[in-house]
């Protein structure tokens, strides 16, 4: 069974629910990093902010590497990926990270995308599985990958 790594954000409440369709679809999933909450990054730098830790000094902390091997390893592990956007930093660096170690990437635009006018990029190329406007486009293009 394929290996997908669902990135988004934390503060998207679809990602659970977006898990569970490709779930469906007959892809292992790893979404588990959704578990730590919408506040989980201002927590840590809250918390690394009352010790007097700058920026750089919280990222060669233990929290932050823990967290971040977490990720890698099942990034490492996953044979593709999907961000969900909107989607910040880090999402993009994870997708990238895929992309470039070979891995199909996806991009699953806003479901709000077409009811604003929204800043286009050029660089979504990058994502050789295609950027789809819709969960049903996005899981046939997935289905058809399997």
């Known amino acids: 069974m394929p290996v997908l790594y669902l990135i988004g954000s934390l503060r998207n409440s679809e990602i659970p629910a977006i898990g ?36 750089s000094q919280a990222l060669d902390g233990w929290a932050a ?10 990034l490492n592990r996953s044979d593709l990926g999907v961000l969900v956007l909107p989607a910040g930093k880090s999402c993009h660096l994870e997708l990238g990270y895929l992309i470039g170690r070979g891995k199909p990437g996806y991009i699953l635009l806003d479901g709000e995308w077409n009811k604003v006018k929204p800043r286009w990029d050029v660089m979504y190329q990058f994502a050789k599985g295609g950027v789809y406007e819709t969960l049903d486009d996005l899981s046939a293009a997935l289905k058809e990958a399997l």
């Open 20 to 55: 569970v369709h490709l779930r469906s679809l007959g892809y292992e999933v790893f979404d588990d990093w959704f578990a730590a909450g919408k506040i989980a990054d201002d927590s840590w730098r809250d918390y690394e902010m009352a010790r007097g830790h700058s920026y």
């Open 65 to 74: 590497r823990d967290v971040f091997e977490f990720d890698y390893c099942h």
